[in-house]
């Protein structure tokens, strides 16, 4: 080997061992790599490190860290977890869970009113005899689209949790998760969630929509999380996942899929300023989404905010929105994308955006163009630069445009992130991601 070219291995793997002790370092209740020496020893204490993405301008997110010894509350169960976040006063909370906590425990069939029937509901509404042409909105509340209504409007009620200011919600240990809920982040201030596996609710009752498209399509409820009109939200160390209900394993009825989720986390409606930080997102399809609507009315409380940051997260089998977004000035660095066959495409360039996308890396499956990972809704520029895909250097936006010439993408987002900590190459992104992301990692 020649002596330059070896030298220059052999910095690469220095570099690369460093970085694996890095990842490992994060493994420690003080996840020292990205916390300051400072930071509380109790992770339910500490608070987002200064200059750790958007959540930290301003005020920065602190959560529940000052809550007092009476508004700590250990929960193991769904109605602990609810009784802890109703609680009554502004003071701070800390709510640390333990083991894993189930919203929909009894099933499905809890929720539905006195006659509903799903075999019915498929029986009335069979395009073969309903048709395509007209849509459910009209239909009694005796009839089967009724009952629909009236079950799922029971769910809603049951498995929507508000998380109110001042919180911290942290899991404790290694297996620390909630199933089945739908966390509300809504019209509050100073959120942190970290350290939980968060499966996705299931909606149990989709309402068939036939004039969805040209075929008709199920349409379902429930974010994981929904950050809606709030401030200073830090997600550090989750795992979001699909877990016993994959969208590979649902069934088809007229023809399309039975999708029961929504998104694993929404941003919309004025929220702003939210940090993501060494989270796993797996086994789902519409992920992220950053503004949900593209109307006038919606424009005008998302302008000038829904700013996030992602950095250190590892999305894996997804198909889509990781993030889409729309309006926000969302930078996305130091991310690692594994896509599979399903995949559609990872960055939605949306109305008014400003993504900036830096030093990340992708693992595309075979066949996969790195054509695919940004996708145009709406002309909007954006920065993308310094990422590789498996293992190589791409021009995303480049690629983009020679080969999907009709939604041409111009370069430069108009604003340079200035809210960032570590920056790691991408080439040690990958490791760092694996050893250090998800849930379970902070003790």
């Known amino acids: 080997m020649n002596v330059h070219v070896w030298q220059g291995h052999a910095r690469r793997v220095g570099v690369l061992a460093g970085c694996t002790g890095l990842a490992l370092a994060l493994t420690g209740t003080a996840a020292q790599a990205h916390t300051p020496a400072h930071a509380h020893r109790d992770p339910a204490r500490q608070v987002l490190p200064a200059g750790d993405g958007w959540a930290a301008h301003g005020t920065g997110t602190t959560g529940g860290a000052a809550a007092r010894a009476a508004r700590v509350h250990t929960v193991t169960d769904w109605e602990e977890l609810t009784a802890a976040l109703a609680e009554g006063g502004d003071a701070p909370r800390i709510i640390k869970v333990k083991g894993t906590i189930d919203a929909v425990a009894e099933g499905c069939d809890a929720f539905a009113v006195p006659g509903y029937d799903f075999d019915a509901y498929l029986e009335a509404y069979d395009p073969e005899t309903w048709g395509r042409d007209r849509d459910l909105t009209d239909e ?40 089945g809920a739908s966390l509300q982040i809504k019209d509050v201030d100073n959120v942190i969630v970290r350290n939980l596996t968060l499966e996705s609710p299931v909606d149990c009752f989709p309402q068939w929509d036939p004039t969805d498209g040209d075929l008709g399509n199920w349409n379902s409820e429930y974010d994981t999380v929904v950050v809606h ?14 877990g016993a209900h994959p969208d590979s394993a649902a069934p088809t009825h007229f023809g399309m899929l039975y999708q029961q989720h929504d998104g694993e986390l929404d941003i919309v409606r004025g929220a702003n300023y939210v940090t993501a930080s060494w989270n796993v997102f797996t086994e789902h399809d519409k992920t992220i989404l950053i503004g949900n609507s593209d109307s006038e009315s919606t424009a005008v409380g998302d302008r000038g905010k829904l700013k996030a940051t ?32 399903g995949y559609g495409y990872s960055f939605g360039v949306g109305k008014e955006s400003q993504l900036v996308a830096e030093h990340n890396a992708f693992t595309l499956a075979k066949g996969i163009s790195p054509a695919k990972i940004l ?44 809210l960032r900590r570590a920056v790691h190459p991408a080439w040690a992104v990958p490791v760092l991601v694996r050893l250090g992301a998800g849930a379970g990692r902070l003790g």
């Open 229 to 242: 009109n709030s401030a200073h939200v830090w997600l550090d160390h989750n795992t979001f996942t699909d």
């Open 140 to 179: 009694p509340d005796d009839s089967p689209e009724g009952l629909r209504r009236a079950s799922a409007a029971r769910q809603d009620t049951a498995i929507k949790v508000h998380v109110p200011s001042d919180t911290t919600i942290i899991g404790v240990g290694r297996n620390a998760a909630i199933k």
């Open 310 to 341: 992602f950095h250190h997260n590892l999305f894996d089998g997804l198909t889509e929105r990781t993030p889409r977004v729309r309006f926000g000035q969302v930078d996305v660095y130091n991310n690692h994308f594994k896509a599979g066959s």
């Open 375 to 418: 996708k145009r809704w709406n002309d909007a520029p954006l920065t993308a630069r310094h990422n590789l895909v498996d293992g190589r250097p791409v021009d995303l936006i480049a690629v983009h445009n020679a080969e999907v010439p009709e939604e041409t993408l111009r370069s430069g987002a108009g604003w340079t992130p200035t």
